[in-house]
């Protein structure tokens, strides 16, 4: 199996600044036709999952432009330019190239 | 707007048997796969299964293998998660998602969610 490893596992922010998530993957990512299917979701409190992140870099529609991804291969990296209180939750990674596909243990992003 | 809706969770005995519903509505769902997610209390999130759009093609993470058969209609745009010999480790909130499949390896989206505990 792909392990994906993140890390903090726990990320206390001050409000209006910036945040970095990583992961990390025990194989490589890129799938046999050239994509890598990285994904990165948001769970608010009390919420079901939102997708943010995929193919490593795509932000869905009505994601914030201050959520970014970025990577290669095996590291992977989801950051928020200025944290807002809303965007206090718990973030996983999860591939999408290898069965079965799994997700990281997330990260709680907390405010100071 | 999507909507996956789950339902036929609750309380089992340890061995018996549930089957979870996904109802989903304002999309085109034979043009999805679909996936059940699970989320033991306090816990992370955890893939269980796959099926392709037209169910060619299944998958399931092995601790679920040979208990939990994922199947669908697409006549009645609906998603089932039969669940047979639960045990206690089978307890947590389980998601129903879809992606269209332009949109391989990912959840693009999910349900409420609905809570399976396995308890005597």
């Known amino acids: 199996d792909a392990v994906m490893t993140q890390s903090p596992l726990s990320l206390p922010v001050t409000l209006g600044q910036p945040a970095s998530i990583s992961c990390r993957s025990s194989?490589?990512?890129?799938?046999?036709?050239?994509?890598?299917?990285l994904n990165w979701f948001q769970q608010r409190p009390g919420q079901s999952p939102r997708r943010l992140i995929y193919e490593v870099s795509n932000r869905d529609s009505g994601v914030p432009d201050r959520f970014s991804g970025s990577g290669s291969g095996t590291y992977f990296t989801l950051k928020i330019s200025r944290v807002e209180a809303e965007d206090v939750g718990v973030y996983y990674c999860m591939q999408g190239t290898h069965w079965p596909w799994t997700f990281g243990q997330g990260t709680k992003v907390e405010i100071k | 707007q999507v909507q996956l809706v789950e339902s036929g969770g609750g309380l089992v005995k340890p061995g018996g048997s549930l089957r979870l519903s996904c109802a989903a509505s304002r999309f085109t769902f034979s043009d999805h796969y679909m996936s059940w997610i699970r989320q033991a209390p306090g816990k992370g999130l955890e893939w269980v299964s796959y099926?392709?759009?037209?169910?060619?093609?299944?998958y399931y993470r092995d601790s679920v293998k040979g208990r939990f058969t994922i199947s669908r209609d697409n006549a009645k745009n609906s998603l089932y998660l039969q669940m047979n010999s639960l045990r206690a480790e089978d307890t947590a909130v389980y998601y129903c998602?879809?992606?269209?499949?332009?949109?391989?390896?990912?959840?693009?989206?999910w349900g409420q969610g609905i809570l399976v505990t396995v308890s005597s």
């Open positions: 194989q490589s990512l890129v799938y046999s036709d050239g994509n890598t299917y």
């Open positions: 099926i392709s759009s037209s169910a060619e093609s299944m």
């Open positions: 998602a879809s992606s269209p499949i332009t949109e391989p390896g990912t959840f693009t989206y």
